[in-house]
């Protein structure tokens, strides 16, 4: 099971961070990835980091958010600096195969 909070509405410039706790006692054994998805948008993915703590990045959000991970607490973060509006979307934490219940972040002009 994978829980996502932390969003919510932030004017553009502003910054979030985006939290999700897995369940299980795996956690560090598996690659953790954040996507999004906007309104009559595809899901895409954000960032990942693998087990090793190795992170890429879209394109689109290089050099303004940074994907990080506790293994000891089963978590994943996405900090969200310097954001836009376009960045406005659902966000989801995915591994493998599960993904959370999404959490929105809304980012006013």
């Known amino acids: 099971q994978l829980v996502e909070s932390g969003g919510g509405l932030v004017q553009a410039g502003g910054s979030l961070r985006l939290s999700c706790v897995a369940s299980?006692?795996?956690?560090?054994?598996?690659?953790m990835s954040w996507f999004r998805q906007a309104p009559g948008k595809e899901r895409e993915l954000v960032a990942q980091?693998?087990?090793?703590?190795?992170?890429l990045y879209a394109d689109s959000v290089k050099g303004r958010f940074t994907i990080s991970r506790d293994n000891a607490k089963n978590r994943v973060y996405l900090q969200m600096n310097s954001l836009k509006p376009e960045d406005t979307a659902v966000y989801y934490c995915?591994?493998?195969?599960?993904w959370g219940q999404g959490t929105q972040v809304t980012v006013s002009s």
């Open positions: 980091i693998s087990s090793g703590g190795s992170t």
């Open positions: 995915n591994r493998a195969s599960y």
């Open positions: 299980g006692r795996t956690f560090s054994s598996y690659a």
